[in-house]
């Protein structure tokens, strides 16, 4: 029993340093304002949102993490360093708990994100699209695709797969593991058409000469997509963020920022059918 008690107290008195260390960490403003060091979560390789281009990283994340820099500057009165955090889609909501990255960006605003980290935007939104071959079905619309004799492959798990199902019922879905399977579903011929945002299908399809065609679906499919900071009890950062977010989209930056982006990783956004909308 003596021994018993003794751990307790070992464990007790290993827990309150730990916690105190959590409870005395400065908010994120604090920590920003006081180090002029701004940290954004980052998953590499992953063109158009980041990439390393002649030895810099580049990319739609990396230019809207720049303007942000540039509106603390402004309202901090100080210059702002910003350092990348190398996360996964796995971890990066703990990253963010544990003060490891300070915010995020490219993320969908859901509920249990929000129980978990200060969500902030939207930044941008990004319409599905169909990748196709040449000799692919025709049609701008939903509607064109709903019918059976046309087979949908789609990432599986995904929004765009819900859209598929919801909007095109009368199609036969292929739902595979990642993007990369699901467009070599089409570049084979085993499927007629790849639903998938404009983002990740624009790269995909320059890696694939048989795909020739991009088609923006009609009516335009979107979900909104922007960013997320630590929680903590001060709440000054992430007021400041959602304030520069709303400036950011309708200011036409953000729309720009998508542009330069797909541009910069050699899109043409000319291929696009449709109209297109961020």
């Given at each position: 029993m003596r021994r018993r008690a003794v751990m307790r107290g070992l464990v007790g008195s290993a827990l309150v340093p730990m916690y105190r260390s959590v409870a005395a960490s400065p908010s994120v403003w604090d920590q920003v304002t006081q180090t002029g060091i701004i940290r954004y979560g980052l998953i590499p390789n992953r063109v158009p949102y980041q990439w390393e281009k002649d030895g810099k990283l580049t990319g739609?994340?990396?230019?809207?993490?720049?303007?942000?820099?540039?509106?603390?500057?402004?309202?901090?009165?100080?210059?702002?360093?910003?350092?990348?955090?190398?996360?996964?889609w796995a971890t990066l909501i703990l990253d963010l708990q544990a003060g490891k990255s300070d915010c995020m960006f490219g993320l969908t605003d859901t509920p249990e994100r929000r129980k978990a980290v200060d969500m902030f935007g939207p930044l941008y939104?990004?319409?599905?699209?169909?990748?196709?071959?040449?000799?692919?079905?025709r049609g701008t619309t939903w509607e064109d695709f709903n019918r059976p004799e046309v087979t949908v492959s789609v990432t599986m798990g995904t929004s765009d797969e819900e859209a598929v199902?919801?909007?095109l019922p009368k199609a036969t879905e292929h739902a595979l593991k990642t993007a990369t399977e699901a467009i070599l579903d089409v570049q084979s011929g085993n499927a007629s058409v790849f639903v998938t945002p404009l983002l990740i299908g624009?790269?995909?399809?320059?890696?694939?000469?048989?795909?020739?065609?991009?088609?923006?679906?009609?009516?335009?499919?979107?979900l909104p997509s922007g960013g997320a900071a630590r929680k903590d009890d001060d709440g000054r950062f992430a007021a400041f963020a959602a304030d520069w977010a709303?400036?950011?989209?309708?200011?036409?930056?953000?729309r720009q920022a998508v542009i330069d982006s797909m541009a910069e990783c050699g899109f043409d956004m000319g291929k696009l059918e449709g109209g297109v909308a961020f």
């Open positions: 739609l994340s990396v230019r809207i993490g720049a303007d942000l820099a540039a509106a603390l500057e402004k309202k901090l009165g100080r210059d702002i360093t910003v350092q990348h955090v190398i996360t996964t939104a990004v319409p599905d699209v169909a990748v196709l071959r040449a000799d692919g079905p199902r919801r909007f624009a790269p995909l399809m320059q890696r694939n000469p048989n795909l020739s065609r991009m088609v923006v679906l009609q009516p335009p499919y979107a709303r400036d950011f989209h309708q200011s036409g930056r953000s």
